[in-house]
């Protein structure tokens, strides 16, 4: 009877033993140490670092691995609006934790009512620029002019970036600006070929209707030379 209780017992004993040497590797040997910290796609990374050490997420060299919160690390990094996408990785074997990040890039710039500037991104959304690539375009990038500078009228130029068609993406790439007057309407200045025209896109409804409408006014030979285009009333458009 001795013998079998003994016999039951020893996988028991050894996988416990097996846990606890588990553990202790993980948890406090040298072993396994974080020897490279990388943050990769950005020149920003203080801005990072700074973010995570507030969080007291902090990655130095030396720290164990398995104490890297890289749960935590994405759930900081999903609160930067700057940034388009990110991986967080560790590599047990070479003791290295690596940060991949893109940058969200403007295409159009906006004062909010508290005199705060922000971004658009091809998406329709609106961040404010962190990085010094994303602050390095501010000259250069579209300005969204809006009489009232409320949410209302940037959610309505949100919405209006966010519904441009593949088709009409060359609107966004040449974009020189857009006004919002106090009815809503959006006044687009950009360019098609060597053209600059406007573009009144009328309230932020029905955008797929009026893009498609004014991807047939495009196609028609009258309007090669158009400089005006008026989508506010998509049934009865006018070019001009």
Same mark, same amino acid.
């Given at each position: 009877? *001795? /013998? ?5 017992? /020893? #996988? ?9 040497? =588990?553990?202790?590797? +993980? ?28 969080? $007291? ?6 720290? %164990? ?14 609160? !930067? ?17 690596? /940060?991949?990040?893109? $940058? ?6 906006? =004062?909010? $009512? ?13 961040? @404010? #620029? ?10 250069? !990038? ?6 009232? %500078? ?37 006044? !687009? %200045? ?8 406007? /573009? ?9 209707? @009026? ?8 196609? +028609? #030979? ?6 005006? *285009?008026? =989508?506010?009333?998509?049934?009865? #458009?006018?070019?001009?």
């Amino acid at each position: 009877m *001795f /013998i079998k209780k003994t016999q039951r017992l /020893i #996988p028991i004993l050894l996988s416990a033993a097996l846990v606890t040497t =588990l553990a202790y590797i +993980l948890g406090w040997s040298s072993l396994l140490t974080v020897k490279e910290v990388k943050i990769a796609g950005t020149q920003s990374i203080s801005e990072i670092k700074n973010e995570l050490d507030q969080r $007291e997420l902090s990655l130095v060299v030396g720290m %164990r691995l398995a104490r890297v919160d890289v749960r935590g690390i994405k759930s900081t990094l999903t609160t !930067m609006d700057w940034l388009d996408n990110f991986s967080v990785s560790r590599d047990w074997i070479a003791g290295r934790v690596v /940060i991949k990040v893109t $940058e969200k890039t403007g295409v159009a710039k906006a =004062l909010t $009512e508290n005199g705060a500037t922000l971004y658009f991104d091809d998406k329709g959304e609106l961040f @404010k #620029p962190v990085s010094k690539i994303q602050l390095s375009t501010s000259e250069k !990038m579209a300005l969204v002019d809006s009489e009232d %500078r409320s949410s209302e009228d940037l959610l309505g130029v949100a919405q209006l970036l966010k519904s441009i068609p593949a088709e009409l993406e060359f609107l966004l790439s040449n974009l020189k600006g857009i006004s919002v007057g106090k009815s809503g309407y959006l006044n !687009m %200045r950009t360019q098609i070929g060597s053209r600059d025209v406007q /573009i009144n896109w009328g309230k932020a409804v029905l955008i797929d209707q @009026k893009s498609r409408v004014l991807i047939a006014l495009l196609e +028609l #030979p009258e309007n090669k030379v158009a400089r005006n *285009f008026d =989508l506010s009333i998509p049934d009865s #458009p006018i070019a001009s």
